[in-house]
């Protein structure tokens, strides 16, 4: 069974600075696309950033030039360093993994992380 567990999220003045996790536990083979999302009160769920496997990024406008996705495939991990927070960067930050195979015949599964509140204000 595969879960994804994150952490880093929290309170952090505008200005500042916070480094998302999301771990993948379970017997994972491989792990197609990462990706970090959030959702803000009375808001859809919108992408910030993702990756691919083979390391090519893609970024929501807002975010560009401030945050930085990243991943660690031996530790089935991906990370978000968001840098120059600001109040509205204010959300429930979601991380996904897309196809995520336990075998190498396997056709795979996306996961969800549980969520990580990040707040943004003085």
């Known amino acids: 069974q595969v879960q994804l567990v994150e952490s880093g999220g929290g309170l952090v003045q505008p200005g500042g600075s916070l480094r998302l996790s999301c771990a993948a536990s379970?017997?994972?083979?491989?792990?197609?696309?990462m990706g970090w999302y959030r959702q803000a009160p009375g808001k859809q769920r919108e992408l910030v950033a993702a990756?691919?496997?083979?390391?090519?990024?893609n970024y929501a406008d807002s975010v560009k030039g401030r945050f930085t996705i990243s991943r660690d495939n031996a530790k089935n991990t991906v990370y978000l360093q968001m840098n120059s927070l600001k109040p509205e960067d204010t959300a429930v930050y979601y991380c996904?993994?897309?196809?995520?195979?336990?075998?190498?015949w396997g056709r795979g599964g996306d996961y969800w992380g549980q969520g990580t509140q990040v707040t943004v204000s003085s």
């Open positions: 996904n993994f897309e196809r995520v195979r336990t075998t190498p």
């Open positions: 379970g017997s994972i083979f491989s792990i197609n696309a």
């Open positions: 990756i691919t496997s083979v390391g090519s990024t």
